[in-house]
Nanobody
Framework: QVQLVESGGGLVQAGGSLKLSCAAS????????MGWYRQAPGKQRELVAD???????NYADFQKGRFTISRDNAKNTVYLQMNSLKREDTAVYYC?????????????WGQGTQVAVSS
């Protein structure tokens, strides 16, 4: 069984910062891509950023250099540093991992962590 557990969400004022963490645990052989998605009320879930095991990153345009994704492969953990937060960044943030359990490959999701940005 595989679990992804997010932490670090909360309430922050506009212009502030938060750092999200997501740790994957369980019978994991290897993790290819880890990423962060978000879903605001009434909207579809969207990609925020992802990162490969080799460190290549991909960001959504909306973050405009405000967010930084990083990863600790030894700890199976991915981070999202969010700076200059805006009210429109308010959403539930989900961690995602594309990983192998033995020869079986699958996509796994965390339970989500709420980020609320106040003006």
């Amino acid at each position: 069984q595989v679990q992804l557990v997010e932490s670090g969400g909360g309430l922050v004022q506009a212009g502030g910062s938060l750092k999200l963490s997501c740790a994957a645990s369980g019978s994991i052989f290897s993790i290819n891509v880890m990423g962060w998605y978000r879903q605001a009320p009434g909207k579809q879930r969207e990609l925020v950023a992802d990162i490969t095991s080799g460190g290549s990153t991909n960001y959504a345009d909306f973050q405009k250099g405000r967010f930084t994704i990083s990863r600790d492969n030894a700890k199976n953990t991915v981070y999202l540093q969010m700076n200059s937060l805006k009210r429109e960044d308010t959403a539930v943030y989900y961690c995602n991992a594309d990983l192998f359990r033995g020869f079986s490959r699958g996509i796994y999701w965390g339970q989500g962590t709420q980020v609320a940005v106040s003006s």
